[in-house]
């Protein structure tokens, strides 16, 4: 178990940076960086705190800390997939507003150009 632990350990200081230089490289922006971080971080509390890992794998009742861990890193992936899935719909809802909006403008905009071509020939 101690090699699970130390994995997920060097996996979660991998993982932060790589979000720190994906910052740093202007590839992510600092407000989903954060979800990612906090990730990496409770990860590695996780793997270094036995203690916790005992009590998961009880209360899910699971044999195994180590099995307990994966649960615990599957479920806290799946926390950050969901959340960035909302800023994904909010990000399209907005999109289709933006689009809508632009049409209307071009619209408005082709129709004062044939007014004013109208005006200007009669």
């Keep these: ?5 130390d994995f997920v350990a060097i996996f979660s200081i991998a993982l932060a ?7 740093r490289r202007a590839h992510i922006r600092v407000e989903y960086s954060v979800s990612w971080l906090t990730a990496a971080l409770v990860l590695l509390i996780a793997s270094r705190n036995g203690r916790f890992l005992h009590f998961l794998s009880s209360l899910v009742g699971l044999n195994s800390p180590a099995a307990a861990l ?4 599957l479920g ?20 289709i507003a933006l689009t809508q909006r632009l049409a209307i403008l071009e619209f408005q905009l082709r129709s004062r150009n ?9």
């Design 1 to 5: 178990m101690d090699h699970l632990l």
């Design 76 to 95: 806290l992936f799946l926390v950050v997939f969901y959340r960035f899935s909302i800023r994904i719909s909010d990000l399209k809802d907005a999109n």
């Design 70 to 73: 994966l649960v615990f890193t």
């Design 17 to 23: 940076i790589m979000v720190l230089v994906s910052v």
């Design 114 to 122: 044939e007014d004013q071509q109208n005006q200007s020939h009669g």
